[in-house]
C-alpha cells in the first residue's frame, strides 16, 4: 500500500460515520478503514493515488476533508505556516484598516492580492501607505480582535513533542507574528517591520519585503537546519504568496485556500479545523498535545 487518504470532518458539523467513510472507501477500493478520532477522522490505505475528486464527489456535499498523503514518512520534521487566515482567523492588516476607517478600500486590494491578481509586495507597500498617521494604538485594538484559529495551538505543540521544528512565516507584520508564535509555541517567526514614529505608523514597511519567494527561503533554510529532505516538511497557507513554499514542501495543505491555491494545490482543508494536519500525518487524537 503506497497511499493513505485520510477523512477529516467540520466537528461542529456532521459526524465522520462508518456507512460515509465506507462510501468514499468504496469508491476509491481502498483498504479497511483505521478510527483516529471517533466521528471525526479516518485513513485507509489505497494502492495507488485516487482521483481525490471522485473521493470528494462520495461525500455528497458534507463538510468533510479529504487529504493524500505517501504511506511512508507522513510524520513530518518540519512545519512552516502562514499565520493571517491560517493560523489567525483574520488579516491583520484588514484589521488596521478597518480601525482606520478604511477597511473595504484595504480589504478590496488584500483579496485581489491574495488570488495572485496583483504583485504581493506592490499591493502590501499601497495598504501600508494608506495607514501613514494611524496611531499605534491600533495595533494593540488589531490585535484584541485577533483570534487564533482553531487547532492551531494543538497542532504546533504536538509537532513539537514529536520531535518537530516548528516555524511562522508571514507577509504581515513582526508586531503580530511575535505575539502569535509565543502564544502558540512556534520555534521561530519571520515577517515584515511595520515603521512608526513613536507615535503614529509612517506608512512604511523595511526593505526588502517579505514576500513568496521569502516563504520558500524559509522553508529550505529549516529544512537544512534540521538535516531534513523536503519531503519531511509540511507547509500550510491560504493565499497566492503561499503557493510556492506548498508546492515545494513534501505535504503542502491549504487552509481555507483562495482561488488560486485551490486549483493548484490537492491536499485542502476547506471545513475541518488546523488538527486535520497532525490527522494527514497520521497522528491520532488520543496523542493530541490539547490547547
Not at 174 to 188: E, I, N, Q
Request: with cysteine; glycine share 8%.
Amino acid at each position: 500500500m503506497a497511499y493513505v487518504l485520510t477523512l477529516v470532518a467540520a466537528r461542529d458539523a456532521v459526524s465522520l460515520s462508518t456507512p460515509i467513510i465506507d462510501q468514499v472507501r468504496d469508491a476509491v477500493r481502498g483498504a479497511t478503514p483505521r478510527t483516529l478520532s471517533p466521528g471525526e477522522a479516518a485513513e485507509f490505505d489505497v494502492f495507488e493515488p485516487p482521483d481525490l475528486a471522485t473521493a470528494r464527489a462520495a461525500l455528497q456535499g458534507k463538510p468533510i476533508d479529504v487529504l493524500l498523503t505517501r504511506s511512508r514518512g507522513r510524520r513530518r520534521g518540519l512545519l512552516v505556516a502562514d499565520m493571517d487566515s491560517t493560523i489567525v482567523t483574520s488579516e491583520t492588516l484588514d484589521e488596521l484598516a478597518d480601525i482606520a476607517g478604511i477597511g473595504e478600500q484595504i480589504a478590496a486590494i488584500t483579496r485581489r492580492s491574495m488570488n495572485g491578481e496583483l504583485d504581493f509586495r506592490e499591493a502590501l507597500r499601497t495598504r501600508v501607505a494608506l495607514l501613514k498617521g494611524l496611531d499605534v494604538s491600533a495595533l494593540e485594538t488589531a490585535w484584541a480582535r485577533t483570534e487564533l484559529t482553531p487547532g492551531a495551538k494543538t497542532l504546533v505543540a504536538t509537532m513539537r513533542r514529536h520531535g518537530a521544528l516548528t516555524a511562522l512565516v508571514s507577509g504581515g507584520f513582526t508586531w503580530f507574528t511575535d505575539r502569535v508564535a509565543a502564544l502558540c509555541g512556534f520555534d521561530h517567526h519571520r515577517a515584515n517591520t511595520l515603521l512608526d514614529d513613536g507615535k503614529a505608523l509612517t506608512g512604511e514597511v523595511t526593505e526588502p519585503i517579505l514576500g513568496s519567494d521569502t516563504k520558500l527561503e524559509t522553508l529550505r533554510e529549516m529544512a537544512a537546519l534540521r538535516g531534513l529532505r523536503m519531503t519531511a516538511t509540511l507547509a500550510v497557507g491560504d493565499g497566492a504568496n503561499d503557493l510556492p513554499m506548498l508546492q515545494e514542501a513534501g505535504l503542502g495543505i491549504g487552509y481555507r485556500p483562495k482561488m488560486l491555491v485551490a486549483e493548484t494545490i490537492q491536499n485542502r482543508v476547506e471545513f475541518a479545523d488546523l488538527r486535520a494536519l497532525l490527522f494527514a500525518q497520521g497522528y491520532p487524537s488520543t496523542v493530541f498535545v490539547d490547547d
